[in-house]
């Protein structure tokens, strides 16, 4: 026993107390070493002590002491076989350091005790480079409820060594504030830390630490101890390890199995592996570094009450029951996260959160919320022995980093109705069925890899409802439905030879079908169908041309256009696929295309805007094709150029040009096509083309009806309505009309702008010009025109534009006087002797425009002559008479002698005087007064 000694180098120190040692003194330690300092250097230094059944203290203590080597190997042993007693206790104040040596410290219970086989209570270890073992046996705690490794505010520590924690048949518990790996305030130590123990109690401030790795699990394969394990209290601290496993490792048949909490905050560099009977977290698990893997192991079941995070590396879960809880996550970055049964065998429901709750444990039952807290750039669930999967509630990948789904199974997939994928990128990879459903609707194509190892015909089937998709791997999955691998081929000759005709489009047009593994035709949303060709090929004497490859659409290619120009005979036609010009398939068909030589049979008229201008343009060139018996327009000599002529019935329907037309591939173009004739006609328009055979022709022909014409282009000028004889100043009525018309007398109604001159022309060949008018839909009303001029008139209609249309004149017609308006002496009276008879004057009856009123009889004068006294004197005789609108006045005599001449007002009765310088001649009009001229008589 070393106590209060101080040496201070004790190389080769070998403090070894024999069994039998201080057996008759209770009261001493084994071996106690107090405020001692041993240095080994570079030789060993081992102490061992012993306490045996009668003795009440430890086997070795070490209390307020420095043990160092700097090469050689320190070793200290304890054993304890009375109850209540420790193996090896270190104390307060004690260091036990080597520099490049091991440090190895081993304390052991042979009895059943409340204390401890190993106890570091307040002290330090460090084995600097080298390995540090702390070991503990307790062969006589058979419930593990006692400690063999205790550490209290104890610092293990190494900065590139090797930590070993081995608590054989006992528990490792830990308290106040301790650090194992990296001491505080410390560079993070390299060094790798393994905790090996039947139970595990990990508590208090408690820091690991280090750069290496770091193993905890039970040394058989589970850990000791009823009911469920606490192991790891919150307060317990995991950092820096590049890699972390807890528990045993293996197959469900050889890791842990026992019932596990982990409460500890574990952040670390690399990889970390859970392995347990059912396992909870309730602090986060996170792995720093890049890619780094995190793998939970869970027999049971796991439940996540805390987050789980990766950066961009893989989180694998497998359990037979898996739940996150209210606040937790799994966030995996880009990386994946992989969650399957435990279970070989095990079917995975994927449902609601509420169907869960009530779904039998007889499967691995996945709420959609629980996936919903899963942030990964891909999602696997599943595994290859995993037994059917099925989707039961709606399930969403496709949101921005979060969009890969990959279902693994050795059974089937489905989803149940209305129940359906809304997934960027899907790969499935099963042994028996798929069968789903998708209503993906992005703009961009998912990835889509299904692969079943069943190849029957429709195993695999897939539904997208909404947007594209693309066959393509997808996280690992190769994919095999939508990929062709054959081809069929449909509109072909499939018993008997399909006759075509030179030169024209084979019709039907032959139909190939892109076919994958599962005799699925590939899907019209499949956009890898596009990236197919399809060629067709012939014998040299077929001759084909046309559409003679055709790329894939909606998993179909289609030959329209294919055309034979070969000898007549009878063909067979291959169809290629190729992919990125690399053979698919190929198809031949059944039988063979009999290829019979081009005879026009009906002519096909493309013309359905039937008018034009009389004379002028069609408003739509009529085209005409010759079609063969197959309904094809033939394109071969020596019909394809066969002239087509034209032909029109119907009153006075006349074809001024371009009736006849050579065909040009069979195609007659009537371009120059100019049909005359009437305004509101429906004319019959017929297409024929004459055939000439070996010994007669045949004339083939077909029409159209409703062929209607417009007005052409104005050519003259018509006389619609002629003038009739009018009365001067009185507007003619009927008003007189002039159209416009074309040359085949249609009037042109639709100029609005022409303009039109009258000029009257008398019979003795004077003119009279009135204002132009404006035609109104080819037609010029006169309303207002009228002649005041007396006579026998005609009039010429002049067109006033720079380059005119020839004039044209109407019918002849007569202008009447109007009614009486005024009178004027015809013959003036004379002078005569007093009581001699004058010669006879006469008057004139004139309208208001001055014409002569010649036909006028009803008019009455009256003379009177007045002397010059004013006294009214009767002439002796006053015969008056009206002929032809002149007033005769015969035997008119003066009776009284010359007097001095003066004029007379008319009188209030309407009478007027006739005035001379000896007489007043007084007349009266009945019963219109008529305005009188005034006449000097010479008497």
């Known amino acids: 026993m070393v106590e209060q000694g101080r040496p201070t180098n004790h190389n080769g120190t070998n403090i070894d107390v024999p069994a039998g040692y201080a057996a008759g003194n209770t009261t001493v330690h084994g071996v106690r070493l107090l405020n001692a300092s041993l240095n080994s250097g570079d030789s060993l230094m081992r102490i061992r002590g012993v306490s045996r059944a009668n003795i009440s203290y430890d086997g070795v203590n070490i209390a307020g002491s420095a043990l160092t080597s700097t090469t050689g190997e320190i070793v200290v042993e304890g054993l304890a076989e009375q109850s209540g007693r420790r193996g090896v206790t270190i104390e307060s104040g004690s260091n036990i350091s080597s520099t490049n040596g091991n440090i190895s410290i081993g304390g052991t219970l042979n009895a059943q005790s409340a204390y401890t086989a190993l106890s570091v209570n307040g002290a330090e270890i460090k084995a600097t480079n080298g390995e540090l073992n702390l070991t503990s046996t307790n062969s006589a705690d058979v419930d593990n409820a006692y400690t063999g490794i205790g550490l209290n505010d104890a610092k293990v520590l190494s900065e590139t060594g090797e930590i070993n924690l081995i608590a054989n048949g006992s528990r490792i518990w830990t308290g106040g504030t301790s650090y194992l790996g990296t001491g505080p305030g410390e560079s993070t130590s390299s060094a790798n830390v393994t905790i090996r123990v039947d139970r595990l109690a990990l508590d208090g401030n408690m820091r690991i630490a280090a750069t290496g790795s770091l193993v905890i699990e039970p040394i058989t394969q589970n850990y000791r101890g009823a009911g469920t394990l606490f192991f790891m209290d919150s307060t317990v601290q995991v950092f820096d390890f590049s890699n972390t496993r807890i528990g045993k490792t293996g197959t469900v048949a050889t890791q842990t199995l026992t019932p596990t909490t982990i409460a500890s905050l574990i952040r670390v560099n690399g990889p970390i592996e859970l392995n347990a009977g059912s396992l909870t977290l309730t602090n986060t698990l996170e792995s720093i570094s890049e890619s780094a893997q995190i793998s939970i192991n869970s027999v049971t079941g796991f439940t996540g009450n805390s987050d789980i995070v990766t950066n961009n590396g893989d989180v694998l879960v497998r359990a037979d029951s898996i739940g996150l809880g209210a606040s937790a996550t799994i966030n995996a970055g880009t990386g994946a996260v992989d969650l399957g049964s435990a279970s070989s065998g095990t079917g995975i429901r994927i449902l609601s959160a509420t169907d869960k709750s009530s779904a039998a444990t007889t499967t691995l039952n996945i709420a959609t919320e629980d996936l919903d807290k899963v942030t990964a750039g891909k999602l696997r669930i599943g595994a290859a022995n995993a037994g059917n999967i099925t989707i039961e509630s709606p399930l969403v990948r496709d949101q921005a980093g979060s969009n890969t789904l990959r279902l693994r199974t050795a059974g089937s997939v489905a989803n149940t109705d209305g129940n359906n994928l809304s997934v960027s990128n899907l790969a499935v990879q099963a042994g028996g069925s798929i069968r789903l459903d998708s209503d993906y609707s992005s703009a961009t194509p998912s990835l889509l890899a299904l692969n079943s190892g ?83 090929t012939a014998s040299a004497q077929a001759q084909l041309s046309g559409v003679t490859v055709s790329s894939v659409a909606g998993g179909f290619a289609q030959f329209t256009g294919l055309r034979f120009l070969g000898a007549q005979g009878q063909y067979p036609v291959t169809f290629e696929v190729l992919s990125n010009g690399v053979l698919v398939d190929s198809v031949v068909t059944g039988d063979n295309y009999e290829l019979i030589s081009s005879q026009p049979s009906s002519l096909n008229i493309n013309w359905s805007n039937r008018w034009g201008s009389a004379g002028g343009a069609l408003f739509q060139t009529p085209t005409i094709s010759i079609i063969d018996a197959g309904g094809n327009t033939i394109k071969v000599a020596p019909h394809d150029t066969a002239t087509v002529s034209a032909t029109i019935t119907g009153p006075r329907g006349q074809i001024l ?45 077909a029409a159209v009806n409703n062929f209607q014409l417009q007005p052409g282009t104005p050519s003259s000028l018509r006389v619609a309505q002629q003038p009739s004889n009018i009365v001067a100043g009185i507007s003619f009525s009927p008003e007189v009309s002039i159209e416009l018309i074309d040359a085949y007398s249609n009037v042109v109604t639709s100029n609005n702008d022409f303009e039109l001159r009258p000029v009257f022309v008398k019979a003795d060949g004077t003119e009279s010009i009135s204002a132009t008018i404006t035609a109104s839909a080819g037609v010029l009303a006169f309303e207002d025109l009228t002649g005041t001029n007396a006579g026998t008139f005609r009039i010429r209609f002049e067109d006033t534009s720079t380059s005119p249309l020839a004039s044209v004149t109407s019918s002849q017609f007569v202008v009447s006087p109007a009614t009486p308006h005024s009178l004027e002496w015809d013959v003036q009276p004379s002078d005569v002797v007093a009581r001699a008879v004058m010669t006879s004057p006469r008057l004139k009856i004139l309208d208001v425009y001055g014409n002569h009123v010649a036909g006028d009889s009803l008019t009455t004068a009256r003379l009177r002559v007045i002397d010059s006294a004013s006294a009214e004197a009767t002439p002796n005789f006053a015969n008056r008479y009206n002929q032809a609108g002149l007033w005769w006045l015969h035997h008119l005599r003066q009776p009284r002698s010359r007097s001095p001449c003066r004029y007379l007002p008319p009188r209030g009765n309407g009478s007027h005087l006739l005035g001379c310088c000896s007489c007043w001649q007084h007349w009266m009009a009945t019963p219109t007064p008529l305005k009188s001229p005034l006449v000097q008589l010479l008497l």
């Open 454 to 536: 069943n190849l029957s015909a429709g195993n695999v089937q897939f539904s997208q409802m909404s947007g594209d998709y693309t066959p393509a791997e997808v996280d690992g999955v190769t994919p095999v439905f939508g990929v062709a691998v054959s081809a069929r081929a449909s509109q072909v000759p499939v018993t008997e030879p399909t006759a075509v005709y030179q030169n024209a489009e084979v019709n039907p047009a032959p139909q190939i079908s892109l076919i994958d593994a599962y005799a699925q035709t590939l899907n019209a949303r499949n956009t890898l169908a596009s990236n197919y060709q399809v060629q067709a």
């Open 657 to 701: 040009g371009g009736g006849q037309v050579a065909a040009t591939g069979g195609v007659a173009s009537f371009s120059n096509l100019v049909i005359a004739g009437s305004v509101g006609v429906n004319y019959t328009v017929e297409f024929s083309v004459v055939i000439q055979g070996s010994t007669e022709s045949t004339t083939i022909s």
